[in-house]
């Protein structure tokens, strides 16, 4: 049976591993796909092995970066603070005079640009500077709840129908709840883009054992062959005018919350995002 549209034939089977079979789960909307839950293979204890290590490396390797970070904004920022304010008073000195207005057009693009420049140092010392994670024992619904209620009229605009699917156990895990909601914003942010002709976009919680788990599964476009080995690469992006930091910037958080993030896709029809946490 289908509910309100979505194509759950495709959708569901990117929730890899939703939940376990004995998980109590409930549908704010749509209603439960019968036979949906799974049960989801037990990792290995080396592939659980080789993961930390891999998790450890990257977290050591950005605390460096995040050292010569704080260094490159200094030498950065502050030049271009000063061109930025040069050229607004150039711009207003070309207000008025007579046959300048391709040296006026000039400036607001050298403006842009800066102001362009500026955000790209932005963007790139939230990723790698540091990180300092206030962590506290955080009803994941609830965040989810929150996050979704703030983000409905965004896809609403974008006609997208967003779902939550949440757990009745109400799993309380240690976060950092601004950083988990920019992870998972970015997320959204990301699903939308994937649906520019509208879609289904739905958030999942679950707990199996000691680990809780949050999807975020769409049905757009999917990941593009041959980018699923590079999606979490920092500046890499198919998009225009992406800055390629958004899932580089969402693993990293998962990441220094003892977390890990994978993904399923299937071209054309979806993709899912799985955020895995400890409970404890």
């Known amino acids: 049976m289908q509910a309100r549209g979505l194509r759950y034939d495709s959708f569901h089977r990117l929730l890899i591993g939703t ?20 049960a989801r293979p037990e990792d290995s204890a080396a ?6 290590r ?3 490396d990257r977290v050591q390797q950005l605390a460096r970066l995040g050292e010569l970070a704080g260094g490159l904004a200094h030498e950065l920022k ?17 207000v008025g005079l007579p046959g300048v207005e391709s040296s006026r057009a000039r400036v607001s693009t050298l403006r842009k640009e800066v102001d362009r420049l500026g955000h790209t140092l932005d963007d790139f010392l939230r990723f790698a500077g540091r990180l300092e994670l206030h ?32 757990c009745q156990e109400e ?29 289904d976009l739905i958030i999942r919680t679950h707990v199996d054992q000691s680990r809780v788990y949050l999807d975020v599964a769409d049905t ?13 690469e920092a500046y890499y992006t198919t998009k225009k005018g992406g800055t390629g930091l958004g899932l580089a910037t969402t693993r990293r958080i998962i990441e220094e919350h003892r977390g890990h993030i ?3 896709s299937e071209p054309g029809k979806g993709t899912n995002f799985r955020l895995d946490l400890p409970l404890h």
């Open 47 to 52: 592939d659980n092995s080789a993961r930390e």
């Open 135 to 166: 962590s506290k024992p955080t009803r994941l619904n609830d965040l989810v709840r929150d996050l979704v209620d703030f983000f409905r009229p965004q896809s609403q605009a974008a006609n997208i129908r967003l779902h939550a699917s949440l």
């Open 19 to 38: 939940r376990s079979e004995h998980a109590r789960c409930t549908m704010t909307e749509p209603p439960a796909h019968p036979g949906e839950a799974t």
């Open 78 to 94: 502050n030049p271009l603070s000063t061109i930025k304010l040069n050229l607004q008073l150039l711009q207003e000195d070309l």
């Open 171 to 199: 799993p309380v895990c240690p976060l950092d709840p601004n950083l988990i909601k920019q992870a998972l914003l970015n997320l959204m942010l990301n699903a939308v883009q994937a649906m520019p002709e509208g879609g």
């Open 54 to 56: 891999d998790r450890r």
């Open 220 to 232: 757009g476009s999917g990941v593009a062959p041959g980018a699923e080995s590079h999606i979490f």
């Open 262 to 264: 994978s993904f399923t």
